[in-house]
């Protein structure tokens, strides 16, 4: 999204970098289907009923009603003012600010929603829709930051997948067979460490291609677990069949912030750790020597050892330490919820982990920001399919694989991995 301008050599006229359209392209496709779709196609006279749980005894739940032709017209506008803002600041060779597709993605999901639900005698639950979105991206971004752990000391972890549902399995087997869910959250990160112990070993210790390491355990957990699902899980299942969730825990006076409180205040302890893993992490990847070290593995690992740093072995240790994290996110689909094990229930979350990853450009504050992106997609079809919107399931099935297509693709610019990334370091 950014050029540069080579210096000149005296009588030769400047080179420029070549121009990136890709966010120009992506933001005026969506603003045109925005306004062929959305504005075209809204009934005139409907009206949008959103309701808002302010999470205040006082105020309540307010009732919103939008004329939704109108509201969808000023919405679409704002984007293909935006899409021509993004384009003349492109071909002016300027950076185009994070603020730009934020801002074109709130419209336009906002002109999706008022056109979802046109006319329904029933109001969006816009409060829980954001509640749900937060809760359905905990896996993802517990996957993005294990993520950020291994690859910023060089490893390519493809087998996050393999680690939130080992996470899963090891949770609701240690859950159930305890009566204790809070048990189960501890055993969740055991279970992903064992698996990013398997990664260290034949990645840093053997030198096997990463990628290839990590599918082939994404394939060995998804087996392991389907056998033992099959063999001993469904042949015990008033031992192994139910599982309690864990008790959300409103926090005092912040729970009873309007509209943010309930959202974010009002959550069971998996995601207050979310929260704390984001900030510690962020802080110490750049703001510590722990963190120094690890990037230094992962930039450079030559000049890291010349400076006495064990590569090999800081990059094992973070790796572990990734697949820890991974595991207690895999707790989210089990014992954070109160559902029994089943088959391959990680659905290929752990791969739009790796999206978010990348989206967020390797940083813990930018993964967890696309992880809720994704996670918004993949609630909308539960908040849509209460109000009984006219809208094909497998079209909504189909959102967050959409959503992680046109991000990736479209929206992450050019970021650059750590440049030792999947290299072996045979010092």
Same mark, same amino acid.
Not at 18 to 34: E, N, R
């Given at each position: ?70 509201? /969808? ?28 597709? /934020?801002? *074109? $993605? ?12 046109? $006319? ?81 070993? *034949? ?8 990628? /290839? ?51 974010? *205040? ?56 990734? $697949? ?26 752990? *791969? ?74 045979? $010092?």
């Amino acid at each position: 999204m950014s050029a540069t301008t080579l210096k000149p050599v005296i009588g030769e006229p400047a080179v420029f970098a070549p121009i990136s359209w890709k966010t120009p392209i992506v933001l005026g496709v969506l603003g045109l289907v925005s306004l062929l779709g959305f504005s075209l196609f809204a009934a005139p006279g409907a009206i949008s009923q959103v309701a808002i749980a302010t999470g205040n005894d006082w105020l309540g739940t307010i009732r919103v009603g939008f004329d939704s032709r109108s509201s /969808i017209i000023v919405l679409t506008a704002a984007q293909l003012l935006l899409a021509g803002w993004a384009w003349r600041q492109t071909a002016a060779r300027r950076p185009i600010r994070i603020w730009l597709p /934020i801002s *074109f $993605g709130v419209c336009f999901v906002g002109a999706f929603l008022l056109w979802s639900v046109a $006319g329904s005698q029933q109001a969006l639950q816009f409060t829980g829709l954001l509640s749900g979105a937060l809760f359905l991206s905990v896996p993802l971004v517990f996957g993005s930051l294990a993520g950020c752990v291994c690859e910023h000391v060089g490893v390519i972890n493809v087998a996050i997948e393999g680690q939130l549902l080992a996470g899963a399995f090891l949770a609701a087997v240690v859950g159930a067979a305890s009566g204790n869910s809070w048990l189960g959250l501890l055993a969740a990160p055991v279970a992903g460490a064992l698996v990013g112990a398997l990664l260290a070993l *034949f990645a840093v210790r053997y030198w096997v291609d990463h990628i /290839i390491v990590g599918v082939v355990l994404n394939v060995f957990v998804t087996g392991v677990t389907s056998y033992l699902f099959s063999t001993v899980l469904s042949h015990n299942r008033a031992v192994f069949g139910v599982v309690e969730a864990l008790p959300a825990i409103p926090i005092p006076l912040l729970s009873q912030i309007p509209v943010l409180g309930p959202v974010l *205040f009002a959550q069971n302890v998996l995601v207050y750790i979310m929260y704390a893993a984001v900030v510690v992490l962020q802080i110490m990847l750049y703001r510590s020597k722990w963190g120094l070290r690890m990037r230094a593995c992962g930039e450079h690992p030559k000049a890291a050892d010349t400076v006495g740093i064990k590569v090999n072995r800081t990059r094992i240790l973070n790796t572990i330490l990734g $697949g820890a994290i991974a595991g207690l996110g895999g707790a989210y689909f089990t014992v954070a919820a109160g559902l029994a094990f089943g088959k391959e229930m990680s659905a290929g979350r752990g *791969f739009i982990a790796l999206a978010a990853m990348i989206l967020g450009g390797w940083r813990p504050a930018g993964a967890i920001a696309a992880a809720l992106l994704f996670g918004f997609a993949d609630n909308l079809q539960n908040a849509l399919g209460v109000i009984g919107v006219s809208i094909p399931s497998q079209f909504m099935l189909m959102a967050p694989y959409l959503v992680t297509i046109f991000a990736v693709a479209g929206l992450v610019g050019k970021v650059r991995p750590p440049a030792a990334e999947g290299t072996a370091y045979k $010092g």
